[in-house]
């Protein structure tokens, strides 16, 4: 019997929000459904982004979207968008990202978007 060694260059590209990035995102998730304020959310993967996506209402736009961006090059490997689209915060650190949305309240996103 000959062994193959197989070799995958994709094994050490990210394709996905890591364990610690997804904590982050779930803690800051969770609390805001505890509260009432958010109901749903989804998650876009393509080849150059994946996306987290967070809804007020399964049927509406997302009220935020966590984007990482698979291939930068630069700084800016995190975004932070509105419902309209509109890019809130760009960051090389998730955790800058998630305190935008932690200190303020979504009630005043909302009465932005209306």
């Given at each position: 019997?000959?062994?193959?060694?197989?070799?995958?260059?994709?094994l050490n590209k990210?394709?996905?929000?890591?364990?610690?990035?997804?904590?982050?995102?779930?803690?800051?998730?969770?609390?805001?459904?505890?509260?009432?304020?958010?109901?749903?959310?989804?998650?876009?993967?393509?080849?150059?982004?994946?996306?987290?996506?967070?809804?007020?209402?399964?049927?509406?736009?997302?009220?935020?979207?966590?984007?990482?961006?698979?291939?930068?090059?630069?700084?800016?490997?995190?975004?932070?968008?509105?419902?309209?689209?509109?890019?809130?915060?760009?960051?090389?650190?998730?955790?800058?990202?998630?305190?935008?949305?932690?200190?303020?309240?979504?009630?005043?996103?909302?009465?932005?978007?209306?």
């Amino acid at each position: 019997m000959k062994l193959q060694l197989i070799k995958n260059n994709n094994l050490n590209k990210e394709n996905f929000f890591n364990k610690k990035e997804l904590q982050e995102i779930l803690n800051i998730y969770g609390s805001m459904v505890s509260s009432g304020e958010w109901k749903d959310y989804g998650i876009y993967v393509s080849k150059n982004i994946v996306s987290f996506e967070i809804y007020r209402k399964a049927t509406e736009n997302p009220l935020f979207e966590i984007i990482k961006n698979l291939n930068y090059k630069q700084n800016n490997k995190y975004q932070l968008k509105d419902s309209s689209g509109v890019i809130i915060k760009t960051s090389d650190a998730l955790s800058s990202i998630i305190k935008v949305i932690s200190k303020k309240k979504t009630s005043k996103y909302l009465n932005l978007v209306k």
